[in-house]
């Protein structure tokens, strides 16, 4: 019988899932306040016979925020979720007080 907690079997050439910092702390701010008007976008391209990834942090139709290219998707990510998160925070505050733009 597993555990809840069961990450399956070790082993040298798996990676650890570590947590991402700043999209973490994005999506728990945009669930916090049920707020769905934002989406990802993903793009993959060749560098020299290198895979890159940009990402772009759409909000609230109004703000896109977008990564520098990177090797992996998840630093991409981090990097746009990095950037949007004040934008994103100011935004939700202002619902608190029931300004809407």
Do not use: C
């Not at 702390?25 to 769905?36: P, Y």
């Not at 391209?45 to 895979?51: A, I, K, Y």
């Not at 992996?72 to 619902?95: I, M, S, T, W």
């Amino acid at each position: 019988m597993s555990s809840p907690n069961y990450q399956g079997p070790s082993s040298s050439s798996r990676k650890a899932k570590v947590p991402l910092k700043w999209t973490q702390i994005l999506n728990e701010a945009l669930q916090a306040k049920q707020f769905t008007q934002y989406h990802w976008e993903l793009q993959k391209f060749n560098d020299n016979g290198r895979e890159m990834h940009v990402a772009t942090f759409h909000f609230n139709r109004s703000h896109s925020f977008t990564s520098q290219a990177h090797p992996n998707v998840r630093d991409a990510r981090e990097e746009a979720a990095g950037f949007a998160l004040p934008e994103v925070n100011k935004q939700l505050a202002l619902l608190n007080y029931g300004y809407h733009k």
